[in-house]
């Protein structure tokens, strides 16, 4: 069994003072601050730390100096923590019972051996490569970022067995392609162009070489080609059942013998072929990206009936085309999509979970709090009640009675004003030059004019309240300034007063305003920043560690062709540089193919010792320098490859596919439950005659509803009674955020949140809307929102109470009492209602609706 929690380590006791100081150490803000800042500073050493710089230099003892006073700081942090919860048998809070702080120990233990053995033992290598994974330990101080990696780690199950399906399938084509390729990806290299014609159709064609019969050497009795042969295949090596391949003429006529295999090479890339199952099942992961896919086919179709003939265009075009027009469908997008739809399915469930939080699929409970406030402050923003300063003027734009049509005509000129923006190119002729010159004057007078106009309208204190009138302000003033300049100095401004210009195309926004599918898509894209900010904080972080991975691991490779200046690792900026590319797909099977092929070198060295004249592709050029001759470790680069392109392209890019089907999918389903647009707007208008602010106090909610139009209040021709008023406000669902009820009792004042009240309303409208068109499937479902056995806790973890208790006995308070009756029926009823809700700061709020229907 477990030990009891107050003795961890079997020494030291609850009481210890050494653990009472080790509690108080790791729970102080600035330790954890400290950890996080170490951690940020042993990243940067392992990303700076590179195998081509000197090892016994002054920047190797630097980071060996940073590194140790590093791993003596983890190693207090680790013991700190290990005597504060035990470290395994000491109930749920022992050390190791979580796991990041397995992943921490392992990094710390990792640390030690290394500092231990000094780091000049090529025998760990493998196991110093594992302090790459230091930055993990910012994820376990980042809840954001925990959040997201524990949805991918619980998706791991789903996505194993799709992994499971993919290697089955990829085994099965694998099979099919090593029975129809073997031995035929492959050509006579004659790139100095030694053959000549009629030598390359004597080994593309032996004498009586058909598809069902193979030349013989017996077969070859032309003097000429007897001739050909003799050179390096002379007469009493040979036999005359020995088959006469392309690879055995090719070795005899350009290589030192029939067995001669270096001038026989692979057709498109080294190691690019079917010639056994891991080749081949490693080809086909590789075109399942869509990378060279074409060059491969067109390969496969030049192959002949036998292994080891030179390839002829279209030979086996037919079969060839039909296999892996196949395998593209299957392998490239049937199973890579079915990845992406088991990971969104995973996705939801983890979402629903989460909601129940008050979190959503990769956004904290802060995180989406903000979200939602975001949402409806896009919506509802309070507008600020304008006063006219020329009254004549101001009536051309007011937003609360004046027309529309100056503020379409501006939009018009900002559309065309872009348009004529992009007309220009290089060599433009004069007069056209000349004509957009004068276009951009006439526009900028047009727009100048505007905020004069509204200047004399508002004021310059409304004026300058506004977003938009700010921007418009600073671009005005801007091109004013430069057509000034250049009109009196005879300045030319150049690509500064273009740059001026072109922010007059972020006016081109407005048109979300009035246009709502736009204006949906924005708010979606909005409302997916926190996910997307943590997402890609993952992503950094993993593209961290595989820089600084693979700097450790391949630096000193050899360059060559693709794996060349442009893409390497012998830096970790060009590194990371490159790994972005390969996230695109971008030529990441040339490189690695280039990687791992050594033949080239014949100095090659698995693992060369540091040298002062290497050449480096990123630092200074140096005259006379020794090219790396580096051959690496073949598995690890495939390893490596393998590993990054299914994590990220197709792991980690599907989060943003998570991202954004959440967000329209969040979108969706607030649409039906909120206003339109014209009744957002007259909920606007209706809140800026109460107040300018975000909350209304809740004495003023009747007199709200009283002037708000139907369905969403009575309306100014209907003068309802306090108590109709008060019947409707019971109808409402509406929150109220904690802090403005803190510190009250039920009966005093409050304010509610406008986002609160309209949300209410929208919900009240809905249900209206279904009541009158007897859609019960809706009704159904609404009803199932209100009863919700989750909206206490939601409501809670969102830090909201329900608002009838605390409306109703607000109004209870302030109604005169009939002589006899202690409290009213609606008093009671309210405090029946709070007494249900746990004192007024939770339940579902439905005795007042229910009482209500009754």
Known sequence: GELEENNSLFIFSQTNPVRAACRDLVTRKWFDNTIVGVIVVSSLCLAIENPLDDPDG?????????????????????VAKIITGGFLMNGPKSYLRDSWNIL?????????????????????????????????????????????????????????????????????????????????????????????????????????????????????????????????????????KDLMTSKVLCGCMLGEGADDDSVWADVVAPRFNFDNILNSMALLFEITSTEGWVDIMQAAADTRAWTDMQPVTNESEGLSYFYFLIWMFVGAFFIVQVVVAVLCDQFERIKTENEEKGQGLFTTIAQQQWKETLKWAMKLKPKKKL??????????????????????????????????????????PDDMLETLNICNL????????????????????????????????????????GIIVEATGGIALGSVASIVRMFRIGRILRLTKSMPEMRRIFESIISALPSMMNVMGLLGIFLFISSALAVQLFAKLELKEDFNEHGNFQDFGVAMLTLVRFLTGENWNGVL???????????????????????????????????????????????????????????????????????????????????TTEQCENFRDTWAEFTEEQHLCVSKLKDFMQILHAPMGFGKDYVATDVELEEEIKKIHINVVQENIAGKSMGDEFEIDMKDIAEGLAKRVQRKAAEEEGDEEKLKALNFARTDPMGEKRLKNRGLVTGQPWIQSFFDSRRPKSPGAAVGAGGAAAEAAATAAGGGVGGTGMAFEDMAER
């Open 593 to 675: 193919h280039h990687m791992v092929d050594w033949n080239d070198g014949e100095s090659c060295e698995v693992d060369p010792d540091w040298q002062e004249d290497w050449c480096r592709s990123t630092a200074e050029w140096i005259e006379n320098c020794r090219p790396l001759n580096g051959c690496g470790d073949r598995y690890a680069v495939y390893i490596f490859m393998y590993a990054y392109l299914f994590l990220a392209p197709m792991v980690v890019f599907n989060l943003f596919v998570g991202i954004v089907l959440e967000a329209f999918d969040k979108n969706d389903e607030n649409e039906d439950a909120t206003l």
């Open 104 to 240: 921490d120990f392992v990094i710390v233990v990792i640390s030690v051996v290394d500092f231990a053995s000094g780091g000049n033992m090529k025998a760990l290598k493998a196991v110093r490569t594992v302090r790459v994974l230091k930055p993990l330990r910012m994820i376990n101080k980042y809840p954001e970022l925990k959040l997201v990696i524990n949805a991918l780690i619980s998706s791991i199950p789903q996505t194993f067995n799709v992994f499971a399906i993919l290697m089955i399938v990829l085994l099965l084509f694998g099979i099919i392609g090593v029975n129809l390729f073997k031995g035929k990806f492959h050509m006579c290299d004659d790139g100095d162009g030694v053959l000549s014609r009629e030598q390359n159709e004597f080994m593309t064609w032996p004498p009586m070489y058909t598809p069902d019969h193979l030349t013989t050497y017996s077969d070859i009795t032309d003097p000429t080609h007897l001739m050909w042969l003799n050179a390096s295949c002379p007469p009493s090596t040979m036999d005359e």
């Open 58 to 78: 002054g920047l190797a003892a630097v980071l060996k100096l940073l590194d140790t006073i590093a791993t003596i700081i983890f190693i207090i942090e680790c």
């Open 387 to 428: 006063k006219p300063v020329v009254v004549p003027i101001f009536e051309i734009f007011d937003p609360f009675d004046g027309s529309r049509l100056f503020e379409q005509f501006i939009m018009a000129c900002i559309l065309i004003n872009t348009f004529t923006m992009a007309l220009k190119y290089i060599e433009m």
């Open 442 to 481: 006439i526009f900028a007078a047009i727009f100048t004019i505007e905020m004069i106009l509204k200047l004399l309208a508002l004021g310059w204190t409304q004026y300058i309240r506004d977003a938009w009138n700010k921007f418009d302000f600073i671009i005005v003033i801007g091109t004013l300034a």
